[in-house]
């Protein structure tokens, strides 16, 4: 069993509103995998059912597990930040320690400790008495000092600056991450974590436009900036997407291959920003 | 399971430090209530002679175990009423405040079942509020009980006679608990129903848990013309079924104590028998549990987004 998370058919409905449509999908072992959507997309609502804090339709397994009905065999191999502000305001940090260390039995207090010196934060202080930056780095200590499987980031990032957003990823990578675990991160800044991302996925309106790895990404995308007659030969290829930038057209083309466009222009292979858009408006029309 | 209720239950007393701040409060509040009398009293040093002169050699025993029951019982009944009022809003709190904070994804995100949760907030209301009102009584007390020998041994008393000889402490605190520990229980579909109000309302949990109450109670009146609620449901804090028969009116009268030896040991006015074997006591208990696995249920399956 390679696929750590496997979903067939999910659906989950809010009353007439479809937030999950029917999605499927596999998450292999010891991969980054990025789910990209818009505001309203189902993206949370997705990540929470494969957390097991909501009830869905269709086929879930999360580690050959039921993640709703087995949630608590499945937070020990689980770990998740939801949102910057889910640690209670009132706890101390020791008490933290205390609580994740009695709870949790794949929690290494030494290694919380460890990291917890090399940031700011007192152990002797309160939640409510850190700036947000430093709860986050509150949050992933403890995150990083458990002995997790598959470790769940939604906007892990939100409202923090753009020094602490560098850190917190390449603390990530560099102290977290290894072969035998899994991320699955969502959030809105994509380009800064492009470059860390092994897989991707975008979904819209509960439905998944685009499930791919990065490396697969530049040989079904390509971008082409031209102008001129070329520009218009290129048009006629069918691209997904075209902008206007500094007197050149930038194309987007799907399933084209390279060898077709060479001579149109240069070529390079979309950032996943542009591709974003490009699928979300395609799927808009 | 037992280590993980106990990370709970220490975790409740840090979210709710009410629970031991209200007991050393209220010692507080007594012991300088219990001062200033004494230094009131000082003032009459003649009449004071007299009425430790009586105390220790005219006044019969029965008296003394008066006067200190009366203490007793005065100031167990203040911890009592805290208990009963802080149960009320811990048990409201306790499931809304996750929720209002969004501190509850980072609790769900640990290996804790919303059970062992819901469990974790009952047995705070059953066994960890009631043991921090008794440490309170006993400790109220004790203090007081040392000050006033202090008191008036300086006068010239013996207070090994007039304070620690005639009352059996151990048998009355003991009797307190049983007391404050049978109250939880006999009122435990309140905090069952507070609980599920807790993990269920969206706002004003207070409200919400009080509203059905009156309004159940004022319809039944109005259109059944009967009173089956209001006397079963809400008059429940009335029947505690533990004590003795006692006419409450003639209990604190001294000739009561005087006529009846031992009356002044707590001990013997209740009837553990009673409780144990009353079915309203067990009905409570099992309605309790129908609201706690609500409120479990509404933990589980409520999706604030």
Avoid at chain 2, 82 to 93: G, K, N, P, Q, S
């Amino acid at each position: 069993m390679t696929s750590l998370v496997s979903a067939k058919g999910v659906t989950k409905q809010f009353g007439s509103f479809t937030a999950v449509d029917n999605v499927s999908f596999e998450i292999e072992r010891g991969k980054i995998l990025g789910l990209i959507g818009p505001n309203g997309a189902g993206k949370t609502t997705l990540l929470k059912a494969v957390l097991g804090l909501t009830d869905c339709e269709g086929e879930l397994s999360v580690m050959g597990l039921d993640p709703f009905r087995q949630r608590k065999d499945l937070m020990r191999n689980i770990c998740f930040i939801a949102d910057v502000a889910v640690l209670p305001r009132w706890i101390r940090v020791t008490q933290l320690l205390d609580y994740v260390e009695a709870i949790h039995p794949n929690f290494s207090r030494k290694r919380a400790e460890e990291l917890l010196l090399q940031t700011k934060i007192m152990s002797t202080s309160k939640v409510k008495e850190l700036s947000k930056g430093m709860v986050t780095q509150l949050h992933l200590s403890i995150i990083m000092s458990i002995d997790a499987k598959l470790l769940v980031l939604d906007e892990p990032t939100l409202g923090l600056d753009i020094i602490f957003r560098k850190e917190f990823y390449a603390n990530l990578l560099n102290d977290y991450f290894d072969e035998e675990r899994t991320i699955l991160v969502t959030t809105h800044q994509v380009e800064e974590i492009e470059n860390l991302l092994t897989d991707i996925m975008f979904i819209n309106d509960g439905k998944i436009l685009l499930d791919s790895t990065m490396e697969s990404l530049g040989d079904s995308y390509v971008e082409i900036s031209t102008s001129g007659e070329a520009a218009d030969k290129a048009r006629g290829l069918g691209p997904i997407a075209e902008n206007q930038m500094f007197g050149k057209s930038v194309m987007l083309f799907e399933g084209v291959s390279r060898e077709h466009l060479e001579g149109y222009g240069d070529l390079r292979t979309p950032s996943v920003a542009d591709l974003f858009v490009a699928k979300v408006k395609g799927a808009r029309k | 399971m037992i280590t993980h209720q106990l990370a709970l239950l220490k975790r409740e007393l840090w979210e709710h430090r009410s629970i031991y701040v209200t007991p050393i409060a209220i010692s507080s509040i007594v012991t300088l209530g219990v001062l200033a009398m004494l230094v009131f009293a000082s003032g009459y040093a003649a009449q004071l002679d007299i009425a430790i002169f009586g105390a220790q050699n005219i006044a019969g025993d029965a008296e003394r175990k008066a006067a200190l029951t009366g203490f007793f019982i005065g100031t167990s009944w203040v911890f009592v009423i805290a208990l009963a009022i802080l149960t009320v809003f811990y048990c409201l709190d306790s499931l809304y405040a996750e929720r209002k904070d969004k501190s509850i994804l980072f609790w769900r995100s640990l290996p804790v079942t919303d059970a062992e949760t819901v469990i974790s907030k009952l047995l705070t209301a059953l066994l960890v509020i009631p043991a921090a009102t008794m440490i309170g009584i006993i400790a109220t007390h004790l203090v007081n009980l040392v000050i006033t020998s202090i008191w008036v041994s300086m006068k010239g008393a013996d207070a090994s006679v007039l304070i620690w000889g005639s009352v059996s402490l151990i048998d009355n605190w003991l009797a307190a608990f049983i007391v404050v520990l049978a109250s939880g229980i006999w009122m435990s579909p309140f905090i069952g129903w507070f609980l599920l109000v807790s993990a269920y309302a969206k706002r004003s949990p207070l409200l919400i848990a009080f509203m059905p109450l009156v309004l159940i109670g004022l319809l039944e009146g109005i259109i059944l013309r009967t009173h089956v609620f209001a006397e079963n449901v809400l008059g429940r804090g009335d029947s505690l079924p533990i004590f003795r028969t006692v006419d409450i009116e003639s209990f604190f009268e001294e000739e009561q104590w005087r006529l009846s030896e031992g009356a002044t040991n707590l001990l013997q006015h209740l009837d553990i028998v009673k409780f144990v074997t009353s079915p309203a006591m067990w009905a409570g208990l099992v309605v309790c549990g129908l609201l706690c696995t609500g409120a479990i249920y509404v933990r589980r399956y409520r999706d604030e987004s």
